[in-house]
């Protein structure tokens, strides 16, 4: 079930196809493409940036409004630069024109990578990213954008700039991937802090208003924290953050313990004043698979859910493990303490479930469905091109063969022979959202997102897995 995507000559014409559609029907079954929403109301839509003739536009993130928008963030080449852009998709699917004139904006800011979007309770949108200012020098960047109209926007004076970046050395390679809100509007980015091939995970706080707040993290006189116990751990690389319930963030990558040659699977949890929190005996919890002869563990994505008998959330984590030399998808549940995984209440191995592809799999987003399970997100093979693929494990953390054919479903939005590759997977309230961005031709890329519904078993009709 595939959408072609065209190249549309003139904004006009661009803006008349994208704001066609219908009325939104009955709600859909569990996992089939949203009626009503999107392009003609089929559940899908684009949005080309195609800035000074480059056109690779490649999704890094999304969020969900209160009010249904969807924000996607992404990377946009613009005649040699690269810059952050910034769409927005209203309720009903289509592009919002009300937000900077055509549903999309970029940043001030050049030479810089997207990694991840966040919303403010004061209505910005936040978006992290990778600033490049010299080969040898990359920094964390946070650009601030306004939800409603798009426009780049200045956090106040003594900063006066839209875009902030840790207080740090320069010289290294620092590169976020991603930020998260509190309540009171202050923002967490994180991500690695490289040093001569020496990696710390690094999280970097700011006051709302933009101002480093120094009384954060474990530099003195700068807002950052970094992380490793040298005489354990060669290097760390975060992969993805999240805040828990609590206000505490999360972060889950990958590490390799000081004289092994594999390396295991990552999670620091950071209490409100950048303190790591001391997981069982010592800040990093880390971890193999038991009795599998894996060669990596790498965490790519990470969601917590609330549990009512815990003063902390469950944490689950996705990845891949690299076992005879091919990725294989890899589900895991920690327990709230954060010490070790829920070996008794999920997966098919103990504490987690692994799902094996010929070609190599990687979960590169996680979800979760309250009171239902957890939705994963790949890029994978299918019909001799690479799509987009969801599926769902229950939370005891077992395949869930209701939901979709076979467990799952693709989302295809290319030419046959074409590749749509995905960012990020999230649920909001009856809909899975599913964002990346897909090949059109040549090189050209454009932000793709879709929506399916979550509410009845999954109906005939939709592509699923073979």
């Known amino acids: 079930m595939a959408m072609n995507i065209l190249r549309i000559a003139g904004g006009a014409t661009l803006a008349a196809l994208l704001c066609a559609g219908t009325a939104r029907a009955d709600l859909p079954a569990d996992g089939q493409p949203y009626s009503g929403w999107g392009i003609f109301g089929g559940g899908k839509n684009f949005i080309a940036f195609d800035l000074g003739g480059a056109l690779a536009d490649t999704a890094a993130g999304s969020v969900v409004g209160p009010d249904g928008s969807l924000y996607v963030a992404g990377t946009v080449q613009d005649s040699g630069t690269t810059r952050i852009g910034v769409a927005k998709f209203n309720a009903e699917g289509h592009v919002d024109l009300t937000f900077h004139f055509d549903g999309r904006n970029h940043s001030l800011e050049t030479d810089v990578i997207a990694t991840g979007v966040a919303l403010t309770p004061s209505g910005h949108l936040l978006v992290s990213g990778i600033k490049k200012v010299s080969n040898t020098d990359y920094d964390m960047i946070v650009c601030r954008f306004h939800s409603d109209s798009g426009a780049n926007i200045n956090f106040p004076a003594p900063v006066n700039d839209s875009c902030v970046r840790p207080q740090w050395l320069p010289g290294t390679w620092d590169q976020s991937v991603g930020v998260v809100v509190h309540p009171d509007g202050k923002f967490v980015v994180g991500g690695t802090i490289d040093m001569a091939n020496d990696g710390y995970a690094a999280f970097a706080q700011f006051l ?25 751990f060669e290097r760390h690389t975060l992969r993805a953050i999240t805040r828990t319930s609590n206000g505490k963030v999360v972060g889950v990558g990958t590490t390799r313990i000081v004289g092994s040659n594999s390396d295991t699977g990552l999670m620091i949890r950071m209490l409100a004043d950048g303190t790591p929190e001391n997981l069982f005996s010592q800040v990093e919890f880390t971890f193999g698979l038991d009795d599998i002869p894996e060669t990596a563990v790498d965490l790519m994505s990470v969601v917590t859910a609330k549990n009512p008998a815990a003063a902390d959330d469950d944490i689950y984590v996705s990845g891949y493990a690299t076992i005879g030399g091919t990725p294989q998808g890899l589900v895991a ?9 829920a070996t008794a209440d999920f997966g098919i191995h103990p504490g987690f479930t692994l799902f094996p592809l010929d070609t190599g799999l990687r ?4 979800a979760y469905q309250p009171g239902v399970g957890l939705l994963l997100g790949s890029t994978r093979p299918h019909n001799n091109n690479l799509d987009m693929a969801v599926q769902r494990v229950n939370l005891y ?22 590749i749509d590759i995905l960012a990020q997977v999230s649920v909001h309230g009856d809909g899975i959202y599913v964002v990346g961005h ?9 932000f793709t997102v879709a929506k399916h519904g979550l509410d009845r078993i999954f109906a005939d009709g939709v592509e699923g897995f073979d």
């Open 333 to 341: 549940k920690i327990i709230h303490q954060g010490w070790s995984l």
């Open 363 to 366: 979960f590169q987003s996680i």
């Open 438 to 446: 897909s090949l059109n031709a040549n090189s050209d890329y454009n």
């Open 397 to 418: 953390g077992l395949p869930d063969p209701l939901f979709g054919n076979g467990g799952g479903y693709f989302v295809d939005f290319s030419l046959p022979g074409k």
């Open 208 to 232: 709302a208003n933009g101002q480093p707040d120094t009384s954060y993290g474990n530099i003195q006189g700068s807002n950052v924290a970094l992380v490793r116990s040298q005489n354990i």
